[in-house]
Structure formats: structure tokens, C-alpha cells
């Protein structure tokens, strides 16, 4: 694999095209604002970050913060229209895969991140909520998280921390 | 839905041959474990070894199946692969649901009518 510099441009000669590109370069690809397809996106990261030397730890890591965050455009900005698209990138970087969001879904209520609700701490059962860990998972899980409205579309950027990797640099 | 149900004396097991409890399945799982818990086992186990994917959806419908199967009986989870494991506890819903780490060291530790000892 490629010694990467930290550069912020997740580029890579030959990463062209919308879709997936090569093992050391960018994830790229666009899908529809529903559960199949976010699922079907999910499983083929997977794949692509695995084959790219990303341990299992980490893959598992990025694919669960990668659910929770297109989950909640799919609920939330999109409210179930599967007519919406969303523009998904994943670029390796040392300090961590930088994943860019972009939809044109309704904003963030009040412009800013959710901050999700704390574990559970109650053990009635009756009392349980049984949603609103997803934001807590990515607040947990996620670093460098950033929200912008720009031009009518939402941009989320996160950074996925890789915790076993011995790259090169 | 893949649930393959199987009675062990008073325990439901109930087995999730699905790879990914996701946003995708929810609600089709919470109905489906539901229907799969049965009225009567007082003790509904959830064998959870093939599945290596949970979002916090899928942890919902788990809460979701655990209130609908009702007072008085009890849902417990087994065989957890780590991804699966690593998102209750961050969610520290570790602590409510009991959790097992295989099926044989659940049934084995199903309480017994006769209470010899």
C-alpha cells in the first residue's frame, strides 16, 4: 500500500469515476436515500476498506458509524422519500478515514448536531427507549465531526480513527 | 426473516439466521421475534452467533421485542460476535439485557423448578 502524507485531498490518480476506486484511493459512490441501498452500500465499504488493509476492528468501526449517520438521512432529511440522494466519500488518510456526506435533504433541526442521548441507565424495562443511540454511537465512535448547510445541502464530515493499522509513512 | 425456533424444557430458543439486524429489517424483527417469543416460555434466548452486524435501529427493536414480550418472562441474548457485543456495551445496554456467552453456558444456567440447591 501507498504511504500516504496526510494531504486533505482524499484524490488519488486513477480514482476517478463515481464509484468505488481502487483499494488505496478514495470511496466514492452515490445511493438512494432508503435502508436497502444504505445496507448494500455498507456491505461493499466493507469489502473495499478490508481489501484495502483496514483491519476488521476498523472496518467494523467505520461500517457502524457509516449506518448511523446515512440511517439518519434517510430518516430524518429525506423522511423516507427514496427519491434522495445521497454522496457518500471515504478517503484514507493517515489520522483516519475522512468521510464526507452530502445530501440535499432537509437541514439539521436547529443547524447543528444532535447530540444523542446518554446510555442507559434505567433498568425498568417499560422505561427503556428503544431509539436515539445512533448520534450517541457517532459521537462515541467518530472524531472531527463537522455539520454545514451550504447551497441548499447538508455536509457532514467525520473522521474514523484507525486504531491497528502499522502504515507506512 | 430467518428465526428458527426450538423448545428446550422452559427456555424459547430462538435462533437469528440473519447476518445484519439493520434499519433495513427493524421492524420485520421486532414483529417476527415477537411472534417467534411465543406466550408461554418464561425464558425467551436469543442465539445472536450469525449475526455480525447491529445498528442502533437493530438495538431498538431488541429493546422494542423485549418490552412485547412482557412482564414476568425474560429475553436473553447469546453468543454475541464482538462487533455485535461492542454496541451494547458502548450503549451500556450490557446492563440490561442478560447476555451469555455461548448457548450451552445459558442452558446451562437455566434456573431449575426443582431448587436443589
Excluded at chain 1, 97 to 126: F, I, K, Q, W, Y
Excluded at chain 2, 15 to 38: C, H, M, N, S
Excluded at chain 2, 45 to 50: M, Y
Aim: proline share 5%.
Amino acid at each position: 500500500m501507498a504511504a500516504r502524507r496526510g494531504a486533505s485531498s482524499g484524490h488519488r490518480p486513477g480514482a476517478d469515476g463515481r464509484n468505488v476506486g481502487p483499494v488505496a484511493g478514495a470511496i466514492r459512490l452515490t445511493l438512494p436515500a432508503e435502508p436497502k441501498a444504505v445496507r448494500r452500500a455498507l456491505v461493499r465499504i466493507c469489502t473495499e476498506l478490508l481489501g484495502a488493509g483496514i483491519s476488521e476492528d476498523d472496518a467494523a468501526t467505520a461500517e457502524l458509524v457509516l449506518a448511523e449517520v446515512l440511517n439518519n438521512v434517510v430518516e430524518h432529511a429525506f423522511q423516507g422519500n427514496a427519491d434522495g440522494r445521497i454522496e457518500l466519500t471515504i478517503a484514507p488518510e493517515e489520522a483516519g478515514l475522512a468521510c464526507e456526506l452530502r445530501d440535499n435533504g432537509r437541514p439539521m433541526p436547529g443547524g447543528a448536531l444532535p447530540a444523542g442521548h446518554g446510555p442507559a441507565c434505567s433498568t425498568a424495562v417499560s422505561a427503556l427507549p428503544e431509539g436515539g443511540f445512533g448520534w450517541f454511537l457517532i459521537h462515541s465512535l467518530a472524531r472531527d465531526l463537522a455539520y454545514a448547510r451550504i447551497d441548499g445541502a447538508n455536509i457532514l464530515a467525520l473522521r474514523i480513527p484507525l486504531s491497528a493499522r502499522a502504515q507506512a509513512s | 426473516m430467518q428465526l428458527k425456533t426450538e423448545d428446550r424444557g422452559d427456555v424459547r430458543l430462538v435462533l437469528v439466521a440473519e447476518p445484519r439486524i439493520d434499519a433495513a429489517i427493524a421492524i420485520q424483527f421486532k414483529e417476527a421475534l415477537r411472534t417467534a417469543a411465543g406466550e408461554s416460555a418464561p425464558r425467551v434466548l436469543l442465539d445472536l452467533s450469525e449475526v455480525r452486524f447491529l445498528d442502533s435501529s437493530g438495538l431498538g427493536a431488541l429493546v422494542a421485542a423485549m418490552k412485547l414480550i412482557g412482564t414476568g418472562r425474560r429475553l436473553e441474548l447469546a453468543a454475541l460476535q464482538a462487533s455485535v457485543e461492542r454496541v451494547f456495551r458502548l450503549t451500556r445496554m450490557d446492563t440490561v439485557f442478560t447476555i451469555h456467552a455461548s448457548i450451552a453456558e445459558a442452558l446451562g444456567a437455566s434456573p431449575r423448578l426443582t431448587d436443589a440447591g
